[in-house]
């Protein structure tokens, strides 16, 4: 059995990760490959969850979701993610939606795709401690909320 070195294994993770995504995807993978080379010249790996492909708008087509939660640095263990949650990109026709969130789930309400994303207590007046989501619909050509 050969072994890969070390190098050539860690750049066909990273090349698989990104495999599949769009242009804007691709360009948010390599900006955080980017920074996390920044910092110490870290490494980036990406697990398998960092792009979903789902309906956001209720088209039919699919569009994009990039989870930072999925990426980690070998040299600084919160770059991309912090009390408030992990960055959370959306991209619908190329044009992309940043969200902070510490979790997220697509909802079927009567065939309306809807984002939930659990966010930072203070958002709901709270603490970090306090439970609190977003409901995000797609509406008018853009993601829509209470008193958005």
């Avoid at 294994?9 to 769009?22: D, R």
């Avoid at 994009?64 to 992990?86: I, M, N, Q, W, Y």
């Avoid at 809807?114 to 709901?124: D, F, M």
Wanted: charge should be negative.
């Amino acid at each position: 059995m050969t072994k890969l070195p070390v190098s050539l294994f860690i750049a066909c993770v990273l090349v698989t990760a990104s495999a599949g995504a769009s242009d804007a995807g691709d360009a948010i993978i390599q900006k955080a490959r980017q920074e996390c080379q920044s910092f110490e010249n870290g490494v980036l790996e990406i697990t398998d969850k960092a792009i979903t492909r789902v309906d956001l708008t209720g088209d039919g087509e699919p569009d994009e979701l990039v989870d930072s939660r999925a990426f980690s640095c070998s040299s600084a263990a919160s770059l991309f993610c912090g009390t408030g949650g992990c960055s959370l990109s959306a991209i619908v026709g190329g044009s992309t939606t940043e969200f902070l969130a510490k979790g997220w789930r697509i909802v079927d309400w009567d065939g309306q795709p809807v984002l939930l994303l659990a966010v930072h207590g203070s958002e709901c007046g709270g603490t970090n401690l306090r439970r609190c989501y977003n409901a995000m619909a797609w509406s008018e050509g853009a993601f829509r909320s209470v008193g958005q």
